[in-house]
T-cell receptor, first 114, second 113 residues
Framework: NAGVTQTPKFQVLKTGQSMTLQCAQD?????MYWYRQDPGMGLRLIYY???????DKGEVPNGYNVSRLNKREFSLRLESAAPSQTSVYFC?????????????FGQGTRLTVV | KNQVEQSPQSLIILEGKNCTLQ??????????LRWYKQDTGRGPVSLTI?????NTKSNRRYTATLDADTKQSSLHITASQLSDSASYIC????????????FGKGTKLSVKP
């Protein structure tokens, strides 16, 4: 099992460009999450998907869109990147039982917007 | 306001020594509390999950405690190893929604030989 796989690992964007961060898990988990991690701050939830076909906003959803393509894949899209979106992005998933179970995180995507 | 505060911010200890990290929270209604270990450049890895009724939980050399009355948790690391050098993050889940998670800023632990 690969666990949670994120692509790309690194990305540099110019202000105004768009891109999609990909996340896939092979553990048959229902719930998937996107977080951002900034220096000196705790991880903050951007969006989550409790099950295939559903998505909900987290703490910091502005400037992002998500798609739960199927049970395995959950993508995060930046339509018009801004320097404030420079961050490390983590995807995570939980098995059935949701947040009562341990979350598995991907390795992260380091995004720089110049 | 729902908050999770961790202390200390950073800690340096010698290999083989024990240490204790603290987590205080003001989150309601409490659902569970978890500790994660995050190595530099990697994603967090779960160490323990504790519910309201659990006071102590161990995972190898890591022992977490929870006092739901005082809203405090601690993570005790025994006989530290160089590989314990990492950030340790306290996370509290509250309410019923899966999106209700508050992450602490973490404690950065450095274990020196």
């Amino acid at each position: 099992n690969a666990g949670v796989t994120q692509t790309p690992k690194f990305q540099v964007l110019k202000t105004g460009q768009s891109m999609t961060l990909q996340c896939a898990q092979d553990m048959n988990h229902n719930s998937m999450y996107w977080y951002r991690q900034d220096p000196g701050m705790g991880l903050r939830l951007i969006y989550y998907s409790a099950s295939e076909g559903t998505t909900d906003k987290g703490e910091v959803p502005n400037g992002y869109n998500v798609s739960r393509l199927n049970k395995r894949e959950f993508s995060l899209r930046l339509e018009s990147a801004a320097p404030s979106q420079t961050s490390v992005y983590f995807c995570a998933s939980n098995p059935p039982g949701g947040v009562g179970t341990e979350a598995f995180f991907g390795q992260g995507t380091r995004l720089t917007v110049v | 306001k729902n908050q999770v505060e961790q202390s200390p911010q950073s800690l340096i200890i010698l290999e083989g020594k024990n240490c204790t990290l603290q987590c205080n929270y003001t989150v309601s209604p409490f659902s569970n509390l978890r500790w994660y270990k995050q190595d530099t450049g990697r994603g967090p890895v779960s160490l323990t999950i504790m519910t309201f009724s659990e006071n102590t939980k161990s995972n190898r050399r890591y022992t977490a405690t929870l006092d739901a009355d005082t809203k405090q948790s601690s993570l005790h690391i025994t006989a530290s190893q160089l590989s314990d050098s990492a950030s340790y993050i306290c996370v509290v889940h509250y309410g019923g929604s899966q999106g209700n998670l508050i992450f602490g800023k973490g404690t950065k632990l450095s274990v020196k030989p």
